[in-house]
């Protein structure tokens, strides 16, 4: 039997450290480089970025606006597409969207940055104060929207552009959704994400209210009663069991919910983490939770996962990233127990897997351990169908444990739409979201024409 002690502390590091670990990971272009960069553009006819962005933003337009001097133009022309820019700009997996299909790669296997030059007109924006949208003449229609993340604020400003008068109703003390409460710390720093909230809500005709839960404070049906239409963008609030013996060991811990109070932790020295910790998962989030432990002072820090590299949804360059940052990431095993003292995880039993001749994942039977002093399940976030069915006279219908949506983001009730992570659209990525969002938006105007 171990009988290591945990090693469970705050405060690894010295207040410098954790001022660099989370800070700016990309700082922002200067004027210099912004002019330098925009000017690679070809500015292509029939872009292919601009069919690779989710939000369809015309890039080549805004690239030539800041190559021009046109600096608030070019924010503009992102911001009527895709209001959450700024946002997006930090966090969008752009080698796999807009930056993959840029022609420049064929030349010389290095897209335009367009990224880094999106955030540099957005912040050029929101640092001179600018509102640049108005509300449309009033309509004296009223919309629920159910979620303050990107998908139902991205909604909820196009509604409100429109003239309809929104009302946003989230369980959190604050707006934003992931990219407040999930997205890695050091891609969003400081306060940017309630200063976007704030440019957005500052449009005027939306009303947040925080601290209401669709499901427990209000019913779909009083919704659907109160007012003209409805909006769901709740997101994926349940999460995945490891269903393996020892999951309720202190110390094995939900990855999502630690990158919260991660990010709700003004000073990150107050924030205990493990001198070993465990990661198991393959995506995004075991990424972020391994880089983030690292960055807090962990010392070691391991990411299991079930199957290949190439089967990782975490981006080829998230992997690199999470390497470069010292993280191990060890494929082909999944976890059988995890075993602990007086009630503590100190390591975890895994079992090698692999493909049989049907491809369908087995374990070898050869085992191995780790030591850990936290385990994270990174293994993915689930709906919470409850929430909204529940005591409903008429089921939403849902499709592979989420809700159905057609290409207008309409629900089988009629005026109940819904978009981003708990709607079945596309990728589960903040741009997506938007995307639904604006769609819904537009959808939910033609149907209150109709009323
Ligand atoms: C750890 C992590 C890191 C990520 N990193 C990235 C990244 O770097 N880049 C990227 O593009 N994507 C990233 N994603 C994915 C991205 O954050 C989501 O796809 C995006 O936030 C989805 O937006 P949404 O509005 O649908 O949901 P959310 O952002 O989850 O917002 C849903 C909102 O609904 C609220 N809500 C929940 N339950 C209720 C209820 N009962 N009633 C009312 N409101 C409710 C929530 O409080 C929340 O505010 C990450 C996800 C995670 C988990
Ligand atoms: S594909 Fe690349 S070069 Fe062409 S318009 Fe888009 S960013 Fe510019």
């Known amino acids: 039997m171990n009988d290591r002690p945990s090693d469970i502390f705050a405060g690894r590091l010295s207040p410098a450290e954790y001022e660099v670990n989370f800070g700016d990971v990309e700082p922002p272009l200067d004027a210099k480089r912004a002019l330098v960069d925009s000017s690679r ?66 030349s010389e296997d290095k897209p335009v940055n367009i990224g880094a030059l999106q955030r540099y007109a957005t912040d050029h924006l929101f640092a001179a104060g600018v509102q640049p949208f108005q509300r449309g003449p009033a309509t004296g229609k009223r919309v629920a929207v159910a979620g303050g993340g990107p998908a139902g604020l991205a909604c909820a ?12 109703f989230d369980p959190r003390e604050k707006m934003g959704g992931l990219n407040e409460y999930g997205s890695a710390a050091y891609k969003v720093p400081h306060d940017f994400v ?27 049906t009083e919704l659907r009663r109160d007012y003209d239409a ?32 991660l990010r709700q932790t003004k000073d990150k020295s107050r924030l205990p983490v493990g001198r070993t910790v465990v990661v198991i998962g393959g995506g995004n989030t075991a990424i972020d939770i391994a880089v983030q432990t690292k960055r807090l002072g962990a010392e070691d820090v391991t990411i299991v996962y079930r199957r290949g590299a190439v089967s990782m949804t975490a981006t080829d360059h998230e992997q690199e990233f999470a390497q470069i940052n010292g993280v191990k990431i060890k494929h082909w095993a999944r976890p059988l127990r995890l075993r602990g003292t007086n009630g503590q995880v100190h390591e975890v039993e895994f079992e090698y897997t692999q493909l049989d001749s049907e491809g369908r994942l087995t374990g ?29 006279a008429e089921p939403l219908e849902l499709k592979d444990g989420r809700i159905a949506v057609n290409a207008e983001r309409a629900t089988s009730l009629p005026g109940v739409y819904a978009g981003g992570d708990c709607a079945l659209t596309h990728h589960d990525l903040t741009v997506q979201a938007v995307e639904d969002g604006k769609i819904a938006a537009h959808s939910i105007d033609e149907y209150l024409k109709t009323k």
Do not use: W
């Open 230 to 261: 409805v909006f769901l963008g709740i997101g994926l609030p349940g999460v995945n069991a490891l269903k393996a013996e020892g999951e309720d060991l202190k110390g094995v811990e939900d990855a999502v919910a630690y990158i919260a109070r």
């Open 41 to 106: 553009c070809y500015f292509c006819h029939d872009a292919p970025c601009i069919e690779a962005c989710p939000t369809g933003i015309d890039i080549p337009t805004f690239v030539r606006k800041i190559a021009t001097g046109n600096i608030k133009g070019a924010a503009i022309t992102i911001l009527e597409q895709n209001i959450f820019g700024g946002a997006c700009a930090r966090v969008c997996p752009t080698e796999i969207l807009c930056e993959q299909a840029c022609v420049r790669n064929l």
């Open 157 to 168: 400003h196009r509604l409100a552009m429109l003239g309809h008068d929104v009302t946003v």
């Open 194 to 220: 309630q200063r976007e909230v704030e440019f957005i809500l500052s449009l005027g005709g939306i009303e947040a209210r925080t601290g209401k839960a669709l499901g427990r404070d209000i019913s779909l």
């Open 364 to 392: 070898t039977g050869d085992r191995f351990t780790l030591a850990a002093d936290m385990v994270f399940k990174a293994i993915g976030q689930v709906f919470l169908p409850d929430l909204v069915i529940k005591g409903a």
